[in-house]
């Protein structure tokens, strides 16, 4: 069984930055993939970005594209989500996963941390 765990969120103004971490016990780390998914008030839970288990591959979704990078350092059973120029509409709940496989499916994610609330003041 794999715990997640993240950290990192806050308060912050449009146009900052904020580093989420979020840090895995209980497994072997390096054999999930790793995903950051995010639950704005009112909206479905969507899918921010994700890293193989290798960190040799990414991918984020179009709106973060340029802002938003993803990272993992296996060492310390890390993910990683450093966020740029944040907008009022990032504003959400964050929440990391973990999968065994890279490609995000429906029902992708087979363990999930409580999550971290990140609001952006505009």
């Known amino acids: 069984q794999v715990q997640l765990v993240e950290s990192g969120g806050g308060l912050v103004q449009a146009g900052g930055s904020l580093r989420l971490s979020c840090t895995a016990s209980g497994g072997t780390f390096s054999n999930f993939a790793m995903g950051w998914f995010r639950q704005a008030p009112g909206k479905e839970r969507e899918f921010v970005a994700i890293?193989?288990?290798?960190?040799?591959?990414?991918y984020s979704t179009y709106s973060v594209k340029g802002r938003f990078t993803i990272s993992r350092d296996n060492a310390k059973n890390t993910v990683y989500l450093q966020m740029n120029s944040l907008k009022a509409e990032d504003t959400a709940v964050y929440y990391c996963?973990?999968?065994?496989?890279?490609?995000?499916?429906?029902?992708?994610?087979?363990?999930w941390g409580p999550g971290t609330q990140v609001t952006v003041s505009s």
């Open positions: 890293i193989a288990r290798s960190g040799d591959s990414t």
């Open positions: 996963a973990a999968d065994p496989q890279y490609l995000v499916r429906v029902g992708w994610g087979k363990y």
